[in-house]
């Protein structure tokens, strides 16, 4: 009988030490964030520090871009000081390229056909990544799950997905450095599953502070040989363009005009994003003839043409072709009394 009160003692503190445990780990899941399984909050957190990493670092790299079977090498170096980004791009094989944005304006430099194209109101954004400001916003239109960690560029990453809700944009996949935060690798991945673009750094130092020697363009700029192309802002006002069929979430970022040297004709560019993916809408006047509308992909980007009235109008993105036919079958002009 004593031994029977015995055991059903001891069960009973068993029992009360289980309960103990099961209530210190539910309380140790709680401090970790729940149930212990990476949600959407955690992914978009990565995401988020990641961008502030690109902005507020300074570092230098070299970057490989993988485009239709085609592998291009970049040295970038990027600097923050004073609340002032400064970034330059140099490529290392042909064609040769070189990007240099500063407070000010950004210039992309074509040594080869001795053209440069400056914009003197320069995006908010790197050269290397397109990144949004408000990744919780893109929930509505994209997925974000943690996965498994890798090693790229020889350090160890956090692997995000990214998976579009709809038709109209491409998954992506980015490993973001366990210790600086910065993006190493790059994945767009097209209809079938494959990556159709990839960006990664091959080396990648962080740094204290980057020499201003090493942020200014090195291409020197003949004026009377360079053809220098600039791009304009336009005022909203201006703009007698109707755009009928965007998809959800697509806004206009901006409106400007490219002007070409050496006739100086001008072409209308309208930039529409939905902070990741982005599609341009150039529209040029011709002054006469006859062109046919056509599909274009290169890689990543497809691009439709139509023409409206005398404008040749081409909408083209790193976005399926769906997306840009859609874009460019609602574009039309204005009435004349809608524009007055």
Request: charged content about 25%; glycine content about 4%.
């Amino acid at each position: 009988m004593v031994s029977l009160f015995v055991l059903s003692v001891d069960r009973l503190r068993i029992r009360r030490v289980l309960s103990w445990q099961i209530c210190l780990m539910l309380f140790a899941a709680e401090a970790l964030g729940g149930s212990g399984e990476p949600s959407q909050n955690d992914a978009v957190r990565w995401l988020m520090d990641m961008r502030q990493a690109v902005i507020h670092l300074n570092y230098r790299g070299i970057v490989a871009y993988l485009k239709d079977s085609h592998v291009e090498s970049f040295q970038l170096f990027h600097a923050y000081a004073e609340g002032t980004e400064q970034e330059r791009l140099v490529s290392l094989n042909s064609p040769l390229r070189e990007v240099v944005r500063s407070a000010e304006k950004v210039s992309c430099y074509f040594p080869d056909t001795k053209t440069v194209f400056v914009e003197n109101r320069p995006p908010r954004r790197s050269v290397l990544l397109e990144l949004p400001e408000d990744w919780r916003q893109l929930s509505r239109h994209y997925d974000f799950t943690l996965q498994a960690q890798e090693y790229a560029a020889r350090r160890l990453s956090q692997v995000i997905s990214i998976e579009p809700r709809d038709d109209f944009r491409y998954a992506r996949r980015i490993w973001v450095d366990l210790e600086s935060k910065l993006p190493l690798k790059f994945e767009l991945v097209g209809e079938d599953g494959q990556a159709v673009e990839q960006m990664m750094f091959t080396s990648l130092s962080v740094e204290d502070s980057i020499p201003l020697s090493e942020l200014n363009a090195s291409t020197k700029v003949d004026t009377f040989t360079w053809q220098i192309n600039r791009r304009e802002a336009m005022p909203l006002r201006s703009l007698k363009w109707v755009l009928g069929s965007v998809p959800d979430g697509f806004q206009m970022i901006s409106y400007t005009r490219l002007i070409r040297a050496p006739t100086e004709h001008p072409v209308e560019h309208i930039l529409l994003s939905d902070g990741f993916s982005s599609v341009s809408i150039y529209i040029d006047e011709l002054g006469g003839g006859t062109v046919k509308g056509h599909q274009k992909k290169v890689g990543a980007i497809n691009a439709h043409s139509r023409m409206i009235d005398r404008y040749l109008v081409t909408v083209m993105g790193e976005v399926p072709v769906r997306t840009v036919e859609a874009i460019a079958s609602g574009v039309r002009l204005q009435s004349n009394d809608a524009h007055d």
